[in-house]
C-alpha cells in the first residue's frame, strides 16, 4: 500500500483475526481518512447547533458548514447549488424521486423502463410506482458479457416510457453505463432517467451536465463520507414542480391551521433537522478525493482488477462473472465450486480479508446470472496488490478447508 494512503487510514492499518486488514468490501461501503473524522469532530466539537434556525453565532456556522458543503457538492458533479438535495443515503434519493415524481407524473398506460442489474433501491420503488399508478414496469437485459443490449434498450424504450431508471456502475458486476447516450435516447421519446450513482461517483468523474441526467443520486459514505448523508441531483425545473417527499419543520414557509405553503428549493425537500456533520464530512471527502485525483483512482483500480482477474481465471474452480470486459471498475463477482459464498466468506474472515457474500441487494440480477448468491471482492484506491495476492492465496485455501481437493 502507498505509504501515503496508509498513514491517511488509521483502520485499514489494524488487523483482523490476527491478521493485517485486507479490506475488499468497498462497494458496501469505504473507509474514512483522519481528514474526514477530524471535519466530523470538529463540527460536534465547535460548531453544533440546529441550522437555518438561529440568528445566534453557534446556528450561523452550522449553516455555513451545511450550505458550503452543497456548494461543494454542486461543483463537484457541476450542478446548481439550488438542484442539490441532501438525504440520508442514495436509498433516500432514488425514494424520494419515486414517490414525488413518479406517483405524480404517471397514469395507467405510461410505461417505467430500468435494468435487470439494478440495486434494490432502484427497482423497488419503481414496483411499488407501478402498481400504485397502473404503470408497466419493463426490464432492459444484458448480452452475455453483462453490458446492457443495445437491442434491448431501442427496442423497450418507446413512447410509452416515462422513466428510464439506470445504475451508471452495477453494483455486482462493475460495468460502467453509458449514462450519456441513455439520456440522449431517454429524452428523444420524452422519458427523463434516473441516474444511481452510487457506484459511480467515488469512482469516476460525473459531470450532470454533460450526461443531461434528470435526476442523480449517490451516498456518501460510499466516497470515504461517514454513513447516513446521501445527494440528491435533481434538474431545478422538476424539481420546482415536484411536491414534498416528507414534511415537518424547515421545509415550509408558511403554515396555518388548515394549509401550508412550502419553502423554495433545496429546503422544500429537507425537512427536520439535518445531518450538518456527515455533510461536514462529505465535503472532507470530496476534497480528499479531488487531491488523490481520479485520474489516478481509475489507473489504481483498473491495475487491481486487471492483475486480479488474471489471477483468478487461473484457478479452475472459480467462476467469474462480467470479467470477459474492460468496460468496468475493481468490482469483481465470483463464486467458488460447490462452496457456497457464505463460507467462502467466513473462511478469508480468518484469514484477515474483508470480502461481500449473498445477493448484494440485487436479487433479480443474480437470478438472471442463473445464481443464488455470489461472492464479490471491490477495490478502492487505498488497496494494493498485496491484498490481492493475498485473495488469490485465500481462495486456494478455501476448498482445502472444505475438503474438497
Not at 478525493?289 to 474452480?317: C, H, N, S
Request: glycine share 8%; charged share 25%.
Amino acid at each position: 500500500m502507498d505509504k501515503k494512503f496508509l498513514n491517511d487510514f488509521p483502520i485499514l492499518r489494524s488487523k483482523m483475526n490476527g491478521h493485517p486488514l485486507a479490506y475488499l468490501d468497498n462497494s458496501a461501503t469505504t473507509q474514512k481518512p483522519d481528514i474526514v473524522v477530524r471535519s466530523i469532530c470538529g463540527y460536534y466539537g465547535g460548531c453544533n447547533a440546529n441550522p437555518h434556525r438561529g440568528v445566534y453565532e453557534l446556528s450561523v456556522k452550522a449553516t455555513k458548514v451545511y450550505e458550503d458543503a452543497r456548494i461543494k457538492v454542486a461543483k463537484f458533479l457541476n450542478a446548481k447549488p439550488q438542484e442539490i438535495i441532501f438525504t440520508k443515503n442514495a436509498t433516500e434519493s432514488l425514494n424520494l424521486v419515486a414517490y414525488s415524481y413518479g406517483l405524480n407524473n404517471l397514469r395507467g398506460d405510461d410505461e417505467i423502463l430500468i435494468t435487470i442489474a439494478e440495486h434494490h433501491s432502484n427497482l423497488v420503488p419503481w414496483q411499488r410506482v407501478a402498481k400504485a399508478t397502473g404503470a408497466k414496469l419493463n426490464y432492459i437485459y444484458l448480452t452475455a458479457d453483462g453490458n446492457l443490449s443495445e437491442e434491448e434498450i431501442d427496442k423497450k424504450l418507446t413512447r410509452r416510457t416515462k422513466i428510464l431508471a439506470v445504475t451508471q456502475i452495477s453494483n455486482v458486476l462493475g460495468l460502467v453505463n453509458d449514462i450519456k447516450t441513455l439520456a440522449a435516447k431517454a429524452h428523444e421519446v420524452g422519458a427523463v432517467i434516473v441516474v444511481d450513482g452510487a457506484q459511480s461517483v467515488p469512482h469516476i468523474p460525473v459531470d450532470v451536465q454533460n450526461l443531461d441526467a434528470d435526476f442523480l443520486a449517490f451516498s456518501g459514505h460510499k466516497m470515504l463520507s461517514p454513513m447516513g448523508i446521501g445527494v440528491l441531483y435533481g434538474k431545478r425545473k422538476l424539481l420546482e414542480e415536484m411536491p414534498p417527499f416528507l414534511s415537518g419543520g424547515d421545509m415550509i414557509e408558511y403554515v396555518e391551521e388548515q394549509t401550508t405553503t412550502f419553502a423554495e428549493l433545496p429546503q422544500k425537500f429537507e425537512a427536520g433537522t439535518q445531518n450538518v456533520g456527515g455533510a461536514a464530512g462529505l465535503s472532507a471527502a470530496i476534497d480528499y478525493l479531488q487531491k488523490v485525483g481520479f485520474e489516478e483512482i481509475e489507473r489504481i483500480e483498473r491495475d487491481l482488477a486487471t492483475f486480479a482477474i488474471a489471477e483468478l481465471k487461473k484457478i479452475p474452480y472459480v467462476e467469474l462473472y462480467g470479467c470477459e470486459t474492460e468496460n468496468k471498475i475493481g468490482i469483481i463477482p465470483f463464486n467458488i465450486k460447490d462452496v457456497h459464498p457464505h463460507d467462502v466468506a467466513t473462511i478469508l474472515d480468518a484469514e484477515g480479508l474483508a470480502i461481500r457474500a449473498g445477493h448484494h441487494c440485487a436479487q433479480p440480477l443474480i437470478k438472471y446470472l442463473g445464481q443464488n448468491s455470489t461472492c464479490r471482492a471491490s477495490f478502492y484506491f487505498y488497496n494494493t496488490r498485496q491484498d490481492v495476492e493475498r485473495l488469490i492465496e485465500g481462495i486456494k485455501k478455501v476448498r482445502g478447508i472444505m475438503h474438497l481437493n
